[in-house]
């Protein structure tokens, strides 16, 4: 690959990152302001307001861009800066470096790179998995079996783990789910798991690439939890 596919590869990388990332917090904005204590149209009129308030912020900027249309260089700028930046690859290990230094303990893999990790194990061959799958495979581990669903969107949000407001995976369609695109675009910013960790053993267990595409982990009528589930299911308890 030429210097300039690099480039090119690393500005798109990160732009669809970096729209991902805004629209995502975006929403959790406009989310935090339904409030729990009403009911009906009034627990929601904070989420109305913080999209109108998205809505006036757009116009203005769209008025200051006309009036101003060198502004748009600016902020062309500051969006490829910021590209830039979220498409930065994953530092390579220099060849030989093992060899010369005496082993040392494993360090501690980030949750966000095994979740992601692991979303890819559940996506394969298929469109992405819905949220309410992704919980209930969740829940069968018992270190998980109290997560509410809930507190799994929010921990996808803390980690910019992007959630499609509709998805179709197999024959079912209008969902909330992870599409297996976003999972392919998080996995080009993280490096690959080490042969040690626990989850990149069972992403080779090869009783596992056959199940039918729309359960994921389902055989004979019956569900099958993968051995890496209480790996991941812990990291939702903190």
């Known amino acids: 690959m030429t ?13 669809g ?12 904005w406009v989310r935090r302001g339904r409030r729990d ?22 116009w203005l900027l769209w008025r200051l861009v006309r009036a101003v ?3 748009m260089w600016v902020l062309t700028a500051g969006w490829i800066v910021a590209s830039w930046r979220a498409g930065k690859p994953a530092p ?20 966000r790179h095994l979740l992601i990790h692991w979303l890819d194990r559940l996506t394969r061959d298929r469109a992405g998995i819905h949220l309410t799958e992704l919980h209930q495979t969740l829940t069968k581990d018992p270190a998980a079996a109290a997560l509410t669903r809930a507190q799994m969107r929010a921990w996808l949000d803390r980690h910019h783990i992007t959630v499609d407001r509709t998805l179709r995976v197999g024959s079912v369609a209008g969902r909330s789910g992870v599409s297996r695109a976003t999972v392919e675009a998080l996995l080009r910013t993280i490096p690959p798991l080490p042969e040690t960790s626990p989850l990149s053993a069972a992403l080779r267990a090869p009783d ?5 595409p729309e359960s994921g982990v389902e055989r004979g009528g019956e569900q099958r939890v993968d051995p890496h589930f209480d790996t991941v299911a812990l990291l939702f308890q903190k």
């Open 3 to 15: 210097r300039l596919h690099t480039t090119a590869d690393r500005l798109a990388t990160g732009s």
């Open 17 to 28: 990152l970096l729209a991902r990332r805004l629209a995502t917090r975006t929403a959790a």
């Open 37 to 58: 204590d009403l009911t009906g149209v009034k627990a929601a009129l904070g989420c109305w307001l913080r999209l109108g308030l998205l809505v006036v912020g757009g």
């Open 69 to 71: 249309p060198n502004l």
């Open 92 to 111: 390579a290990e220099t060849p030989g470096k093992a060899d010369e230094e005496p082993p040392t303990e494993a360090p501690e893999i980030p949750h």
């Open 208 to 212: 596992l690439h056959d199940s039918p």
